[in-house]
């Protein structure tokens, strides 16, 4: 009877993971010749704990980087979906979560959804081209700061093309 039942939650909480998944569109491609470049790397992110670092420590590297806060109606879904792309690339890109929430809102949010990931503020000027205008909002820099993907709205992180397209970035 325990197998019977492990068996089912095991299979509800693969069906309910890959139904958030499918539930959201997948992330669309900037067209190369259409590609935006970075002005610099220049922007200064402080981290939760206070420490500031500097994204260009990490320039020619493969970036992600995602706006959001806990005010989204959809931004459990979208972390929960993003955070399975996280698990898997974590140490081969450069993950920035981003907010302009509050700290309070953040580690509530965090800590009641058992989450792992970093969070950072903006502690410069944005770099040109970037806009954090809306939430949620993903970018994909490639090595050469190429933005590849420019994403408004909770979409597949977890898409074949997007891990493709990362994997085609890292080896280039």
């Known amino acids: ?11 509800f909480c693969l069906t309910s993971c890959s139904y958030l998944d499918t539930k959201y569109p997948e992330p669309s491609f900037i067209p190369f010749e259409k590609q935006e470049v970075l002005s610099s790397y220049d922007l200064r992110l402080i981290e939760s704990t206070g420490r500031t670092i500097n994204m ?15 005010k989204d109606k959809d ?3 979208d972390i929960k979906i993003i955070e399975k792309l996280y698990d898997d690339y974590k140490l081969k890109i450069e993950f920035y979560f981003i907010t302009d929430d509050s700290q309070q ?6 800590k009641e959804n058992n989450l792992l990931f970093p969070n950072y503020y ?9 806009i954090f205008n809306e939430v949620p909002k993903s970018y994909l820099i490639s090595k050469t700061g190429r933005i590849v993907m420019n994403e408004e709205g909770v979409k597949n992180w977890n898409s074949k093309a997007l ?7 890292l080896k280039q």
């Open 1 to 11: 009877m325990e197998k019977i039942v492990l068996t089912l939650l095991i299979c």
């Open 163 to 169: 891990r493709k397209t990362i994997d085609e970035l």
């Open 75 to 77: 931004i459990l879904d």
């Open 105 to 110: 809102n953040i580690r509530k949010f965090i």
């Open 122 to 130: 903006i502690g410069s000027t944005p770099l040109r081209p970037l």
């Open 56 to 70: 260009y420590a990490k320039r020619n590297k493969v970036v992600f980087i995602h706006y959001w806060n806990t």
